[in-house]
């Protein structure tokens, strides 16, 4: 499956679980338990901003927050706020199935076979029409905003509305990758929980015992490559992100030499369909291989601006590539061009 196929969610990390089908979290027990006294005491405030590093579990902690106030029933052989798989709430919110959440995220573009590059107004606005229904059961409703990152201007102004009027018996989940660049009035609004990365050792154990990874004198350093984000290292190690990132470093050492047969080949390996994993990963060591070379110049006494102007170039076509439905493969080879640009000015 690709991320440009309904099947893999815009929610969804390449190589991992979709959050609402992970019943375990990593090292995040104190906003676990910073909910759970809050839900168990009956002071629960209507929105709840959880931000951190991608890939460490946002989105899991929050679907497990919404399986709490739904009605799952406790079971701490899965942790703080955890529950069974086997549980009927939990069954129904893997299936998508239960009226009484509503998860808001980057819509399915029919036209160009993708998801789309923002949340839109038209998502925004579900939310206040699904608070404004009658509950099931429990009573409660919950909405998960993933990520409220991608959320434009007329989206987020949208949300704003429900935020300042909070729903009665209803809850809002903001995920974050970024909260900075959320409005203030929204993180105003919202109580904080600030995610942070696990230890090294804590995530390389994860991977082996929870994933079946194998273990192997890479793979620390492959767990501190992706920044202790256990799910970031859940892609890498298992997919073909170790060799990647090795080929790109290789790559951009090269400088100047780099041919037009080795861009190419680079290029054709992280894009097409089903590579959306790879061609993250390959972004991702690029920026990190200039970032490399910019401090190895400047501890040199060497110029370090043309490597300083190649990641911030890069970062930005990126972008581009993403707003604009940009062909990857064009992409990729523009910002291996940037490499060879700054190879040749320092």
């Known amino acids: 499956m690709s991320l440009t196929d309904p099947d893999i969610a815009s929610d969804q990390e390449a190589g991992c679980l979709a959050p609402r089908e992970r019943y375990d979290l990593l090292g995040h027990d104190e906003a676990e338990q910073a ?9 629960l405030h209507h929105a709840w901003l959880i931000s951190g590093p991608k890939g460490i579990g946002k989105a899991t902690l929050a679907w497990r927050m919404a399986r709490r106030v739904l009605g799952a029933a406790p079971d701490a052989e899965y942790g703080t706020l955890g529950s069974s798989p086997r549980d009927p709430v939990c069954q129904l919110l893997e299936a998508m199935a239960n009226p009484d959440l ?3 995220r980057r ?8 998801w789309r590059a923002e949340i839109t107004v038209d998502e925004a606005r579900k939310a206040p029409s699904f608070f404004e229904k009658s509950a099931g059961a429990g009573g409660w409703r919950v909405c998960i905003v993933d990520s409220a990152d991608d959320m434009n201007r007329n989206a987020a102004n949208a949300l704003l509305k429900t935020l300042e009027e909070p729903p009665k018996r209803g809850i809002l989940i903001l995920i974050s990758h970024s909260p ?3 409005p203030a009035t929204i993180r105003s609004r919202c109580r904080k929980l600030v995610l942070r990365a696990p230890e090294v ?7 082996c015992e929870r994933n079946g990874v194998a273990r192997d004198a890479s793979l620390d350093q492959l767990v501190a490559y992706a920044g202790a984000s256990p799910g970031r290292a859940l892609t890498l190690a298992t997919g073909d992100g170790a060799s990647l990132i090795r080929d790109v470093d290789t790559l951009v050492a090269r400088g100047k030499l780099l041919s037009d047969e080795e861009a190419r080949r680079i290029a054709d390996r992280v894009t097409g369909k089903g590579r959306e994993d790879q061609l993250a990963v390959f972004y991702d060591a690029l920026a990190r291989a200039y970032q490399a070379q910019a401090r190895q110049r400047a501890l040199q006494g060497q110029d ?5 102007k190649a990641w911030a170039d890069t970062a930005k076509l990126v ?4 707003a604009l439905y940009l062909d990857p493969k064009q992409t990729v080879l523009q910002a291996l061009a940037l490499s060879r640009a700054a190879a040749s000015t320092s």
């Open 319 to 322: 972008r581009d590539a993403e």
């Open 102 to 104: 509503l998860l808001l």
């Open 107 to 114: 819509p399915w573009d029919e036209k160009r076979k993708r």
């Open 201 to 207: 050792d804590q995530v390389t154990q994860w991977l």
């Open 35 to 43: 909910f759970a006294t809050a839900w168990n005491t009956g002071r």
């Open 180 to 182: 900075g660049r959320l």
């Open 304 to 308: 370090p601006k043309g490597w300083i």
